[in-house]
T-cell receptor, first 114, second 116 residues
Framework: DAGVTQSPTHLIKTRGQHVTLRCSPI?????VSWYQQVLGQGPQFIFQ???????GRGNFPDRFSARQFPNYSSELNVNALLLGDSALYLC?????????????FGEGSWLTVV | AQKVTQAQTEISVVEKEDVTLDCVYE???????LFWYKQPPSGELVFLIR??????QNEISGRYSWNFQKSTSSFNFTITASQVVDSAVYFC?????????????FGQGTELSVKP
């Protein structure tokens, strides 16, 4: 079975631009979460979506937004990119019914803002 | 407030040595979950273990073992007879029951280097 898949794997953007990152959860998982991991630090929680509704939001500016689609895939959008947005963006999925409270991660999207 | 502390930033050992990675957590909840993840250079966080707060039994999986002690709020991870393939960054994380399936609080990570 496929794990959590993310795209694109790597991308380079210019300051002020907008970026969209995509995530497909493990089949059957209805919860998707997004994390930002800056080099040398642990991942920081950005959003959680469950059944297309936002269930949690971390301490990130309004430039960050997300949504979940009927097939439970998700997008993370970041507007007006700053140099400090350069990071690894990780998507995770979970399902209390299928895998308890275990949270599984994808390989991430490496974003570089220049 | 929830917090996870991994005091060891970097550890270097020689192959076949045993190594313990420390994790101390803070939470006011009585029901919570603790996790360990391995992050190789590729970036993916690989799930290793999940432990519920009401289950203090230690667990062993091959060369890996985990020691959960609620009295000291610690959830330490030991690798026995380390191998070069164990080299990675290891993260301890906390999830409170009300955030189940969602928000994880991560420690800063411990970078383990196993030299041949």
């Amino acid at each position: 079975d496929a794990g959590v898949t993310q795209s694109p794997t790597h991308l380079i953007k210019t300051r002020g631009q907008h970026v969209t990152l995509r995530c497909s959860p493990i089949s059957g998982h209805k919860s998707v979460s997004w994390y930002q991991q800056v080099l040398g630090q642990g991942p920081q929680f950005i959003f959680q979506y469950y059944e297309k509704e936002e269930r949690g939001r971390g301490n990130f500016p309004d430039r960050f937004s997300a949504r979940q689609f009927p097939n439970y895939s998700s997008e993370l959008n970041v507007n007006a990119l700053l140099l400090g947005d350069s990071a690894l963006y990780l998507c995770a999925s979970s399902s209390p019914r299928i895998s308890g409270n275990t949270i599984y991660f994808g390989e991430g999207s490496w974003l570089t803002v220049v | 407030a929830q917090k996870v502390t991994q005091a060891q930033t970097e550890i270097s050992v020689v192959e076949k040595e045993d190594v313990t990675l420390d994790c101390v957590y803070e939470t006011r909840d009585t029901t919570y979950y603790l996790f360990w993840y391995k992050q190789p250079p590729s970036g993916e966080l690989v799930f290793l273990i999940r432990r519920n707060s009401f289950d203090e039994q230690n667990e062993i999986s091959g060369r890996y073992s985990w020691n959960f002690q609620k009295s000291t709020s610690s959830f330490n991870f030991t690798i026995t007879a380390s191998q070069v393939v164990d080299s990675a960054v290891y993260f301890c994380a906390l999830s409170e029951a009300r955030n189940q399936g969602g928000k994880l609080i991560f420690g800063q990570g411990t970078e383990l280097s196993v030299k041949p």
